[in-house]
């Protein structure tokens, strides 16, 4: 299994508070995304990352941010937590060689109420 | 735009019965198609991918094949078990040559009772 880890793997937090979900990679792949999950949409696309400081917007980026400082390392924000973006979120990484292929994290769960 | 259309089911099969799940897409280039698998409580994990026409992919006793005539991606199985019960989700991936993400259908629900 690729070594993806996020955490934390559950969080409750109330409407307006600032939450950061972060992903952490071991295989040292250049591209990280986030997407989230909900019922009747599948996963969509958040943000993503090409490089250490190079993110881009997805499908679905408005109130959310991300940072990587470090390959390692993609950080998920959500400056002011709203009840719609209770969801599961999900980290994928892809490497240099088979970047059409993209490794799951196993998610975290965050409401917000 | 990208688009993938898939049953969401649930759709329910005994155990040994032949499973077929339909998947057809949108896309603007010559995109790579994947099957996806998760299952309870966990993150999602490839299943078998195809990145040109007429590829068939294969994994687990699980096959598709890549179709462009008909923009299709279905998933067979010949003979489901228990074990196979799941989520799957197809994807599609455009052919821009970018860091862009996956496009994914809304998952179809598979349950195999014994």
């Known amino acids: 299994d690729a070594g993806i880890t996020q955490s934390p793997r559950h969080k409750v937090t109330e409407t307006g508070t600032p939450v950061t979900l972060r992903c952490h990679q071991t295989?040292?792949?250049?591209?990280m995304y986030w997407y989230r999950q909900d019922p009747g949409h599948g996963l969509r696309l958040i943000h993503y990352?090409?490089?250490?400081?190079?993110?881009d917007k997805g499908e679905v980026s408005d109130g959310y941010s991300v940072s990587r400082s470090k390959t390692e390392d993609f950080l998920l924000t959500l400056e002011s937590a709203t009840s719609s973006q209770t969801s599961v979120y999900f980290c994928?990484?892809?490497?240099?060689?088979?970047?059409?292929?993209?490794?799951f994290g196993p998610g975290t769960r965050l409401t917000v109420l | 735009g990208n688009s993938v259309t898939q049953m969401e089911g649930p759709v329910t099969l005994s155990e040994e019965a032949f499973l077929t799940i339909n998947c057809t897409y949108t896309?603007?280039?010559?995109?790579?198609l994947f099957w996806y698998v998760q299952y309870p409580g966990e993150g999602l994990q490839l299943l078998l991918k195809?990145?040109?026409?007429?590829d068939k992919g294969s994994n687990k006793g699980f096959e598709a094949t890549y179709r462009k005539e008909t923009t299709s991606f279905h998933l067979e199985k010949g003979s489901v078990q228990v074990s196979d019960s799941a989520v799957y989700f197809c994807?599609?991936?455009?052919?821009?040559?970018?860091?862009?993400?996956?496009?994914f259908g809304k998952g179809t629900h598979l349950i195999i009772q014994p």
């Open positions: 990352s090409y490089g250490v400081k190079d993110t």
């Open positions: 295989e040292n792949h250049r591209y």
């Open positions: 994928a990484i892809s490497g240099r060689q088979e970047i059409n292929e993209q490794f």
């Open positions: 896309a603007t280039g010559y995109p790579s």
């Open positions: 195809a990145t040109k026409a007429d």
């Open positions: 994807a599609l991936r455009d052919s821009g040559g970018g860091a862009d993400g996956l496009t």
